[in-house]
């Protein structure tokens, strides 16, 4: 099948602004767009009469999708699909031939259950393509992306996306990794040398990681972050001026607990902008 970029609507105003991220972001991309609504399967004991009624609104919801891609991206291949089924399963099962699959915050019908818990819980780090949940606010355009990394299998992929995506909108990148003290060490937080010694060593673990991404990517302009604080509150602080967040499924070290759950109920609940969930290649 052609590359192409899933993205799944059901006419909610986040589903909208999502399927105009997938349309630009195909666009970048040279891919198609498929995009997807699932409803859920009434036909059994349904009037023929509301049957009709119930069908042809939903194919009116892919029809107004594909007019709101193709106005965002004039050229862009869009083709539509109206699924009957489990949304959650129907996505899963579009994502494994996709490049990446996109999703609003919120929905409604067919989509009413796939919130931010759902979403990182049902999708994100369960399929094997990154999962880019979009609000439905509208965003100004900052030209960074923000990138949250720890070293670990996860964060390197994360990395890998975001330096990919920084280079196709020819945009900055900020990548910051955030550390804390081990939960014994808490008490020594007053013991001043202490925490400009570990932070030194995070500061030269963070450009480690970095230096053959810099390397690989020379035209993107880099800003390196290292903070003493908790990765999910500095990821969203600086979400306020980002135009994407990305971040690995798992994580280590300061990353540790940042799971689908923290991400899920800490980036994906309160980021300002929109966040890709990437899972490494190597995850089982």
């Not at 009469?49 to 029809?63: D, H, I, K, M, N």
């Not at 949940?133 to 975001?162: M, N, T």
């Not at 081990?182 to 673990?205: C, K, N, Q």
Request: aromatic share 4%.
């Amino acid at each position: 099948m052609t590359a192409h970029v899933v993205v799944g609507t059901d006419g909610s105003p986040s589903a909208e602004a999502a399927v105009g991220w997938a349309a630009e972001d195909a666009a970048r991309r040279g891919s198609a767009l498929r995009i997807v609504h699932v409803r859920e399967d009434w036909r059994r004991g349904t009037p023929q009469e509301l049957e009709e009624t119930l069908e042809g609104e939903a194919r009116g919801v892919l029809e107004a999708a594909a007019d709101l891609a193709r106005g965002r991206a004039p050229g862009l291949t869009v083709t539509t699909s109206l699924e009957t089924g489990r949304p959650v399963e129907v996505l899963r099962r579009e994502a494994e031939d996709a490049e990446q699959l996109v999703i609003g915050s919120r929905g409604r019908g067919g989509f009413a259950g796939l919130l931010l818990g759902s979403v990182s819980l049902s999708l994100a780090g369960h399929v094997d393509v990154p999962v880019v949940v979009v609000r439905g606010e509208k965003h100004e355009e900052h030209g960074e992306v923000l990138v949250g990394f720890d070293g670990s299998p996860e964060s390197e992929a994360a990395l890998e996306y975001a330096f990919e995506e920084a280079a196709r909108r020819g945009a900055r990148l900020r990548a910051l990794h955030g550390w804390q003290l081990p939960v014994m060490a808490v008490g020594s937080i007053a013991y001043t040398p202490l925490i400009e010694d570990i932070s030194g060593t995070e500061e030269r673990l963070a450009t480690e990681i970095l230096t053959p991404w810099r390397e690989r990517y020379p035209r993107v302009e880099v800003r390196q972050a290292v903070l003493f604080e908790h990765p999910v509150l500095a990821l969203n602080e600086a979400s306020a001026t980002a135009d994407l967040v990305v971040v690995g499924s798992r994580g280590l070290g300061g990353f540790g607990s940042a799971v689908l759950g923290s991400v899920s109920h800490g980036v994906l609940h309160h980021a300002a902008c929109p966040v890709a969930v990437v899972r490494a290649k190597a995850e089982g």
